[in-house]
Each structure stands twice: as structure tokens, then as C-alpha cells.
């Protein structure tokens, strides 16, 4: 995966309810943050043709690892603790009861590669932060593997229908 869950809605909470915000963060926390999220938001993907790609958008992380799945047809394990996540977008989301994990996290892809070893050099080669948050699996079971228990992924209201 890069970039980072509810990225994008945080920085959009954080821009839309400003005077808010104002009294609960203080500046350098914010103006780092918007800075650091404009970067995220804006960086281009390199060419991934030996990978399946999703795109990271509204429905945040666990849509599209849902997506993911119904794309290779195939089952998946993925550790929450694995997933990136800045610890201001916790604190953003929880104030505004937000779900980061389906918050907007535009900027982010999600990529399953033929070859990990080389995406991970090819994106270090470019200074493009990429974390391995989970493993593809047969069968259709797409897993969130907590600390303390496994989940189900819930099936998204998008592909409810």
C-alpha cells in the first residue's frame, strides 16, 4: 500500500472546519500536517504493469481491499497494525467519529505485485514510501487480522447494490 488511511478526509476536515480545529491542535501540528497530506495526495504512482492496481479513493482502505479481492477473484489477509495511518488522521477522525479505514484516502493505491522484492526497489529507488500490509490467499475470505482476533471484511455499500 501507499499513502496513508483517511488521509484525505482528515486534511479536508482539518481545512473545512479550520477555526475548529484551531483550539484543539496547535499550528505546527496542522501546518505539517496539510503539507505532508498535499504531498501524499498529489504523488504519481510509477508504472506497475507486472501488478493489479487500486486506487485509493472515498471509501478509504477497506473498500479497496474489497475491490482488490473481487479483482483477482481471491481471498486476503491484512494486518490493521500494518496498515500506515498518521496519528493525526486517528485524532481527526475519532473527534468527528470518523472510521479512517474508510475514510477518503485519496493518493493511496493499493498493489498487488508478481514480483514484491522488485516493486519494494522500485519504489525505494524513488523514494516512494510503500508498506506490506497483507498477503493475497485462495479461497474468497478477505481477512483484517487484529491483535486480539480476526474479522471478516464487511462487504462495502457500494457492492450492496
Known sequence: ???SAGLAAAAERMRK???ELERIFPS???GCFLRDAEECINRKLPVCADAAVVELSAGGVFTGLWKLGELLHTGLSVEIRRIPIRQETIEICEYYDLDPYYADTS???LIAPASAPDLIRRFRE????L???GFLEPGRARKIIYPEHVRCLDKPRAFLG
Request: overall charge positive; proline content about 5%; charged content about 15%.
Open 1 to 3: 500500500m501507499t499513502g
Open 28 to 30: 505546527f501540528f496542522r
Open 17 to 19: 472546519e479550520r477555526g
Open 107 to 109: 493518493g493511496g493505491f
Open 131 to 133: 508498506s506490506v500490509i
Open 126 to 129: 524513488q523514494n516512494i514510501p
